[in-house]
């Protein structure tokens, strides 16, 4: 039998969390429900549990307990949600970033490199815009930006340019296509982290990860309870920058306010200022985990 997704960090991500046994958390990235499950485990019969996913395929893997919740949608409506069910404040919030091992084994998402299928790259299969629209649509400049920014690819603007050479013949549907047309950018020795890096942006573009994620962490500091904590697991460069950034200043961008006297002024204390990756052993049982950092703050203001 196939595993959905093996979760990355699973205790020191809900050990981080200080869990109340008759608290209310949330599990904003439910995928297979590994870290849901922990999270049960350690409540008592008063505890509650919100879990958030945007992809229809995660029903299969529903939990059937009184205290559980699935919330079908996007984690960028977290606080929406949560009024929608009467919880004004929660005293906590677990995000796992990465993407489902689910997805990435799926040769009908298009979301590996590995696998010839379409170019769909979709978490939520009802959205319109799918990876091969991105690429078949999008001006030479948009595309430079994608790989540039999401990417970090020193050729953004050359594949960019490949790309808008190459659909002047053909439409670009496949897998196939999109690693046919990066092939001259690849190097031997560097081959699966370029082909890697150019599907991340070109998933990232599709799923507004990034502006979802400012959403999420900006709404998480509106919902937590002081004494609260949010325990985040990143997977990539600009989503750790961005959750670090959000810790230290509580804001994504960075900003550090300071008071009259130069006191900084942060609604958070970083509970581990180093930050937490896996275990060799647990990289060794599972190797997509190798890239995970975690990092878990407490709310200290009201």
């Given at each position: 039998?196939?595993?959905?997704?093996?979760?990355a960090?699973?205790?020191?991500?809900?050990?981080?969390?200080?869990?109340?046994?008759?608290?209310?958390?949330?599990?904003v990235?439910?995928?297979?429900?590994?870290?849901?499950?922990?999270?049960?485990?350690?409540?008592?019969?008063?505890?509650?549990?919100?879990?958030?996913?945007?992809?229809?395929?995660?029903?299969?893997?529903?939990?059937?307990d009184?205290?559980?919740?699935?919330?079908?949608?996007?984690?960028?409506?977290?606080?929406?949600?949560?009024?929608?069910?009467?919880?004004?404040?929660?005293?906590?919030?677990?995000?796992?970033?990465?993407?489902?091992?689910?997805?990435?084994?799926?040769?009908?998402?298009?979301?590996?490199?590995?696998?010839?299928?379409?170019?769909?790259?979709?978490?939520?299969r009802?959205?319109?815009?799918?990876?091969?629209?991105?690429?078949?649509?999008?001006?030479?400049?948009?595309?430079?930006?994608?790989?540039?920014?999401?990417?970090?690819?020193?050729?953004?603007?050359?594949?960019?340019?490949?790309i808008?050479?190459?659909?002047?013949?053909?439409?670009?549907?496949?897998?196939?296509?999109?690693?046919?047309?990066?092939?001259?950018?690849?190097?031997?020795?560097?081959?699966?982290?370029?082909?890697?890096?150019?599907?991340?942006?070109?998933?990232?573009?599709?799923?507004?990860?990034?502006?979802?994620?400012?959403?999420?962490?900006?709404?998480?500091?509106?919902?937590?309870?002081?004494?609260?904590?949010?325990?985040?697991?990143?997977?990539?460069?600009?989503?750790?920058?961005?959750?670090?950034?959000?810790?230290?200043?509580?804001?994504?961008?960075?900003?550090?306010?300071?008071?009259?006297?130069?006191?900084v002024?942060?609604?958070?204390?970083?509970?581990?200022?180093?930050?937490?990756?896996?275990?060799?052993?647990?990289?060794?049982?599972?190797?997509?985990?190798?890239?995970?950092?975690?990092?878990?703050?407490?709310?200290?203001?009201?």
């Amino acid at each position: 039998m196939n595993v959905y997704h093996t979760p990355a960090l699973l205790n020191e991500s809900i050990d981080g969390l200080n869990i109340r046994p008759e608290g209310v958390y949330v599990d904003v990235t439910f995928g297979g429900g590994g870290h849901s499950r922990e999270i049960l485990k350690r409540l008592g019969k008063k505890g509650r549990l919100y879990a958030f996913d945007q992809d229809a395929d995660v029903c299969r893997n529903r939990i059937d307990d009184p205290r559980f919740v699935l919330v079908k949608s996007n984690f960028r409506y977290l606080k929406n949600f949560l009024r929608y069910y009467n919880e004004e404040h929660v005293d906590g919030i677990l995000a796992d970033l990465g993407v489902s091992s689910h997805h990435f084994d799926d040769p009908e998402r298009g979301f590996s490199f590995r696998f010839p299928g379409q170019l769909d790259m979709r978490m939520n299969r009802l959205a319109k815009k799918k990876a091969s629209d991105v690429l078949n649509e999008y001006s030479q400049e948009e595309l430079t930006r994608v790989f540039s920014s999401y990417g970090e690819l020193k050729n953004a603007a050359k594949i960019a340019s490949s790309i808008v050479k190459f659909r002047e013949n053909a439409t670009i549907e496949s897998v196939n296509d999109f690693v046919g047309i990066l092939q001259p950018f690849v190097f031997k020795d560097k081959e699966k982290k370029i082909l890697a890096q150019a599907f991340q942006a070109l998933r990232i573009e599709v799923n507004d990860e990034l502006n979802a994620l400012s959403d999420m962490l900006q709404q998480s500091l509106e919902v937590l309870k002081k004494g609260g904590r949010i325990s985040v697991i990143s997977y990539h460069s600009l989503e750790d920058r961005m959750v670090k950034n959000f810790f230290r200043s509580g804001n994504s961008q960075g900003e550090i306010a300071k008071d009259f006297f130069g006191n900084v002024q942060t609604p958070f204390k970083i509970i581990n200022r180093k930050v937490i990756v896996p275990s060799e052993e647990e990289q060794a049982e599972n190797p997509r985990s190798r890239s995970a950092k975690l990092r878990i703050a407490e709310k200290i203001v009201e």
